[in-house]
C-alpha cells in the first residue's frame, strides 16, 4: 500500500471529525441555557441582533483605516485589540440569540399541531447554517483575523429567519388556542 491513499484517508477522517463537532458540539450559550423547564417564555428572544447596524459601523474597514491613520501604532494596536474583543462579544451574544429563538421555536413547535415536517427542516436548515458560519466566525476571530461585515450580516440573516419561524409558530399556536 502507498502512502498517498492513507494519507487521504486520515486527512478525510480528520475532516470528518472537524466537521461533527461543527455541527454537533452545542454552542456555549445553548449549554448556558440548559434543560430548565421553568425557564419564561418571555425571556427567549433575540436582544443582540437590533444592534447589528451599529456593529457594521464600529467593525467597517474604512472606519478603523481612518482612526488608524491619525493614532500613533501603539494606540492604533490596542483599538485593534479593542475591536476584536467587541467582536467576539457581539458574536458571543448572536449565539445567545440563536440559542434562545432556538429553544423557544422548539417550545413552540412541541406545542403546536399545525407544524409540518418542512417547517422543522427548515429549521434544522437554519441550525447547520448558523452553526457553521458562527464556529468559522469564532476560528477568525480568535486567530486575529478581522470579521467582514458580510459575516457578520449572514449570522444576523440566520437569526432573523428562525426569528420569524417563531413568529409563524407563534401566531399557529395562538389560533390553534383560539380555536
Request: aromatic share 6%; with cysteine.
Amino acid at each position: 500500500m502507498t502512502f498517498t491513499p492513507i494519507f487521504f484517508l486520515v486527512l478525510s477522517a480528520l475532516l470528518l471529525a472537524v466537521a461533527g463537532w461543527v455541527v454537533l458540539r452545542p454552542l456555549r450559550a445553548e449549554s448556558e441555557l440548559g434543560p430548565d423547564p421553568s425557564t419564561k417564555i418571555e425571556t427567549l428572544v433575540a436582544r443582540h441582533c437590533t444592534h447589528f447596524a451599529q456593529m457594521r459601523q464600529a467593525m467597517a474597514s474604512e472606519d478603523f483605516d481612518f482612526i488608524r491613520r491619525r493614532l500613533p501604532k501603539k494606540d492604533a494596536a490596542r483599538l485593534r485589540g479593542e475591536r476584536q474583543r467587541a467582536l467576539q462579544k457581539y458574536l458571543d451574544a448572536i449565539g445567545e440569540d440563536f440559542a434562545r429563538l432556538d429553544r423557544l421555536a422548539r417550545i413552540l413547535t412541541s406545542l403546536s399541531p399545525k407544524v409540518e415536517r418542512r417547517d422543522e427542516l427548515e429549521r434544522l436548515r437554519l441550525e447547520l447554517r448558523f452553526r457553521i458560519l458562527f464556529r468559522a466566525a469564532r476560528v477568525r476571530v480568535m486567530l486575529g483575523g478581522g470579521l467582514g461585515v458580510p459575516t457578520l450580516g449572514h449570522l444576523a440573516d440566520v437569526v432573523a429567519g428562525l426569528s420569524r419561524q417563531v413568529e409563524t409558530l407563534s401566531a399557529w399556536q395562538q389560533t390553534a388556542e383560539s380555536s
